[in-house]
């Protein structure tokens, strides 16, 4: 299974405004290559705080293409039923905690871990549907956890030309490292200029 993360970031590495509130980073060039990722794809990850904050549709808006499965982790069970990822016009799958399950409208509901939803076990059930690509879009939180895990192939940001400031969310959330030694390391792959900004393309390793 291939796993690829892409988000949109200000200069200085945030992702939102402060307060977690959405900011649309993403000028008319580099929303053409979101959508483009998104056909190529077999299923579209998020977490709950991005269904919570920004309500998206997740869907791939090329015309003919085969729309991704889209995916909620959210281990409580919080996602609206009026949330667009509900809406019908796409598989939706919610993943949520051991015990948690209920009924979604439009979307199956799959027990994935113990009090946290279990990256490993969604990517398995994601396979077993057919996927061999996912492309993780945010929000923070879940890209961390992705992250962490080794799960991720291929790292694209793409650096819109404006500062946030402090307060916001950046790329990467979560635990952080404590110690030089337990920095990710990343190699960058490409560097490309894209509409207003700078398109990152980074994979494991350094
Ligand atoms: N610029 C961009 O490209 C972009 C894209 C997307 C989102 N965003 C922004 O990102 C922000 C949301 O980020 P966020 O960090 O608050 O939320 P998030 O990463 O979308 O969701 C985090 C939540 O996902 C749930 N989750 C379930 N399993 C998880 C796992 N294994 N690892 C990590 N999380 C897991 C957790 O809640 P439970 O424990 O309840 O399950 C967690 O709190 C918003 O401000 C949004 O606007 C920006």
Redesign the pocket.
Known sequence: MRVVV????SADGK???RG????T??DDADMRRVQDMRAKSDAIV??????L??D?SLLAKTPGVKQPIRVV????A?TPPNARVLNGAARTVV?V?KGNARRFPNADCVEA?EG????RLVLRDLQARGAQSVMV?????????FLRMGLVDDLYTWLAPVVVGGGA?SLV??PGAERAEHVLKLKLAEATLLGKGVLLHYVPGG
Do not use: F, H
């Open positions: 892409n988000a949109a970031m992702i939102a405004l977690g509130n959405p900011l980073l993403s998020v977490g709950i705080g991005t269904v904050a920004d998206p982790l959210d281990s409580k919080q993943y905690a871990g946290r939803v279990d990256l879009e945010g929000g923070a939180t879940v890209i961390g956890s969310p959330e979560g």
